[in-house]
């Protein structure tokens, strides 16, 4: 491994992170929060991929696919924040801290860094796979990233264009992807960082580290700080329309809609 390479990384990463709560600390907004840092990571992934000593053809296809996820995450995420109001999940954290706001979010986004780094190194360690280009697992990486990709961007245009509907207001999004996961966003978005770690292992057991990455995104999304706290504020402005919503549909993994359960 290249320890400049990767000291830098995480340096940028915090400083990013430490930028993005500036940046809320003045608009208010947290969504920009989650728009740096998708900004940051893609920004870390290609100064990974630029610097590994992995084989060409497999760098510069990990620099092109997370420059894609960047480009395509903090986009839509920047755009939705211009356009709309305060991330619940952020809002509830912010009016528990109370007082201790600044201090809390400053350490709360430095956590955040730590995290993003795990996943930057999961990139460097696919670019840093001095084997053979193209093998037959580097196809299937591909695969599930384009995947991945297609599936979180047509989860994101549904959910907007139900956003859109006056039924939005007081119903619950059952319509493409929606109808099979309660968070498709959230299944494709960890489905992404799937192809890294079958971008780099390789017999060398420090590759293995790149499992780091689809474990932590779980982890976080569907126990910490995305699925949970959504489903909390669903539950508080929807009701029992959620609850019936979540006896229909599976949280997380796509699943049968379960029509026998409509009430």
Known sequence: MDMEVLIFIAIWLSLAMAGAWGVQRVTGLSGWIDTIWSLAVGFGGIVAALFADGEFGRRMTVLILIAIWAARLASHIGFRTHGGGEDPRYLKLIEEWG?????????FLQIQALAAFVLVLAIYLAAANDT??????????ILVAIVALAGEASADRQLARFRSTPAAKTEVCEIGLW?????????FEWLFWCAWPIFALTPPAWTWISLLAPALMYWLLVHVSGIPPLEEHMLRSRGDKFRAHQNRVNAFFPGPFRKGDLP
């Open 99 to 107: 007082d201790r706001v600044p201090s809390r979010l400053f350490l």
């Open 132 to 141: 053979p280009f193209p093998r037959l697992l580097d196809g299937l990486a």
């Open 179 to 187: 109808r099979y996961s309660r968070h498709p966003n959230y299944f």
